[in-house]
């Protein structure tokens, strides 16, 4: 059985830099057209200057004869001028600002420490028409790590999105079906990107056999009634949520230390992992319009005009990749994947 489909594009995606970023980056141009790339890099990208910068540091690694197009955002903190903003909208090449509250995640050591720091800049963003790409986690060691995005709903995202009610946000990996029921319910401009991880797995996946670090990743896999939530909420056909795979790249090593990076590495099973929970689920009649349209449109960007093909086999990604001196392990090493990229 194949599959084919408009050439989807991946709504949230890191690719780091230097080494890391030759290495990780074909496997995200052999699948994908265009992809939302993440600013937390160190020092992380807070200005335009720095995203065009970085843009053209992309541009020289793609493989000879890729088109991919990458997509840049910046590093949102307490001290972002709303004047950068209007300089990121005028670039053509900055399509949105990344909320990552102080401490939630990867290089988020600079976020934000209030919302309410950066009114000036989400009125300039809600002028400009940028959207706000939001990590949706309160950081509070009082709060249980699997509370996080919903006390980050009432606290921090519902508020912002009643005082700014022209300002598109996408809730970015959302995990819980609290989130799924506040993007439904929400008001136009509101929308979420789904990762792979976050339809197939539950956080039992974090134990199984014994501690997987691999499967370590912010915010932190859900109870299985969330794991359900979010994958019916992704295979439903909304054009609220869309695909973005969040794949975090980080070493072997350190993700299999005494203090593990949070991240997982599917890039090279980006779009077959999706075919396989959307067969799962009876929906793979909707991949195509939550991988290739949905996005697309919410970013007022014009749908891809070439295909990918799909075969249903068998096959495993291997133990690792090779980055630079060190290695990555990808999302199902070593384990079967149900569907494979034949054609691109």
Known sequence: ???????????????????????????????????IVMPNLAPPVTT????????????????AGSDFEPLMTLYLTDNTLAEEIHRAAASGAVFGVKLYPAGATTNSDSGVTHLRHCDAVLAAMEEAGMVL?????????????????????ERVLA????????????????????????????????????????????????????????????????????REAVLAAATSGSARFFLG?????????SKESSCGCAGI??????????????????ALDRLEAFASEHGARFY?????????????RDWMPPAEYA???????????????????VAA
């Open 48 to 63: 335009t200057a720095a995203a065009l910068a970085y843009r053209e540091r992309i541009l020289a690694a793609l493989p």
């Open 159 to 226: 508020p912002a999105v009643e005082r700014f009610p022209q300002l598109k946000v996408v809730f970015e990996h959302v995990t819980t079906a609290d989130a799924v029921e506040f993007v439904r319910g929400a008001r136009d401009g509101i929308a979420a990107t789904v990762t792979p991880q976050h339809m197939l797995l539950n956080r039992n996946a974090l134990f199984a056999g014994g501690l997987r670090p691999h499967h370590y990743c912010l915010p932190v896999l859900k109870a299985e009634r969330h």
């Open 300 to 312: 007022g960007l014009p749908l891809n005009d070439t295909t990918i093909t799909l075969e249903r």
């Open 245 to 253: 795979t969040d794949s975090a790249p980080h070493t072997r090593g």
């Open 323 to 341: 980055a630079g001196a060190d290695t990555l392990v990808p999302f199902r090493a070593g384990e079967t994947v149900r569907w494979q990229l």
């Open 1 to 35: 059985m194949k599959l084919t489909l408009r050439r989807p594009d991946d709504w949230h995606l890191h690719l780091r830099d230097g080494d890391m970023l030759a290495a990780v980056l074909p496997h995200t141009a052999a699948r994908f057209a265009r992809a």
């Open 133 to 153: 790409q939001v990590h949706g986690e309160v950081t509070a060691p009082g709060i249980d790590v699997f509370d996080r995005e919903r006390v980050f709903i």
């Open 265 to 282: 590495y599917s890039a090279p099973v980006g779009i077959e992992i999706y075919a396989e929970a959307f067969e799962q689920a009876g």
